[in-house]
């Protein structure tokens, strides 16, 4: 039996519904609940419920309870998986298509905030991986609506990526509402509750990400550094590519 007499991929049968594909658009994004979906996508939240529900079992799709309200799930995307599955794919097709995506460069003029309740882990840790990631073609900043001093776990967590953050303070967000930014990432569900209204229209994103001091041991902590190194290596190609459109509209 020859390489393409084989079943089709999984990742085409899942992406080809042109629903499933609104959907993993949408949440390529940013974390998103059920009813911010089906507005997004212009349908019935049972048909939007049953297409997350496939793309869930396939692993592709994760649901989080809201740490804001418990009655509400967010949904995120798995773009590492993503990427996998998509090389594998491409690789079954033909051995050339088996590629991972080139680096992208980041355009300067940038500027992103990071924003989490505590400013104590999450979003000290976004700022530090996407400054170190970026280099001076991002001007990236953190901030928390409780802050509260950095966690000793957060700072062993970054020592463990290469990054110190001995020398971090918390910050509240309202050092911050009269600055301009690009994107306003929420990486806490309850700061994406009560986050104020920025100058200039920024792009809001949502990472819906556990507070690791609610679990209080150290692998959580690892766990949140790892998961947030994978977003921002993918945030940097949005931010090329947002910054790629506006240059040639």
């Known amino acids: 039996m020859g390489r393409h007499d084989s079943v089709p991929p ?43 529900g496939r793309l869930r079992k396939a692993q592709l799709v994760a649901a989080r309870r809201s740490a ?28 050339a298509l088996s590629l991972t995506a080139p680096a992208m460069p980041v355009p300067r003029q940038a500027a992103v905030l990071f924003l989490c309740t505590g400013n104590s882990s999450r979003s000290q840790m976004a700022e530090a991986l996407l ?23 957060a700072v062993a967590a970054m020592a463990e990526h290469g990054i110190d953050l001995t020398a971090a303070e918390s910050k509240h967000l309202d050092r911050f509402v009269n600055h301009r930014f690009d994107y306003i990432i929420t990486v806490c569900d309850r700061v994406r509750e009560v986050c104020p209204e ?26 949140t550094a790892s998961e947030l190194a994978s977003r921002i290596g993918f945030l940097l190609h949005d931010i090329a590519l947002d910054h790629t459109t506006r240059e040639e509209s």
């Open 10 to 52: 999984a990742i085409f049968g899942l992406a080809g519904h042109p629903v499933r594909w609104r959907l993993l658009g949408e949440l390529a994004r940013s974390d998103r609940q059920v009813h911010e979906l089906t507005a997004l996508v212009n349908q019935p939240q049972n048909l939007v419920s049953y297409h997350l």
């Open 68 to 95: 804001a309200d418990g009655r509400d799930t967010y949904y995120s995307l798995d773009l590492s998986l993503c990427t996998t599955l998509l090389a594998a794919a491409g690789g079954q097709l033909h051995p």
């Open 131 to 153: 400054r170190r990631s970026a280099g001076d073609a991002v001007t990236v900043f953190s901030a928390g609506s409780r802050p509260k001093p950095v966690h000793h776990h």
């Open 198 to 223: 920025f100058p200039g229209h920024p792009r809001p994103i949502h990472w819906s990400i556990p507070d690791p001091a609610q679990d209080g041991r150290y692998p959580a902590f690892q766990r």
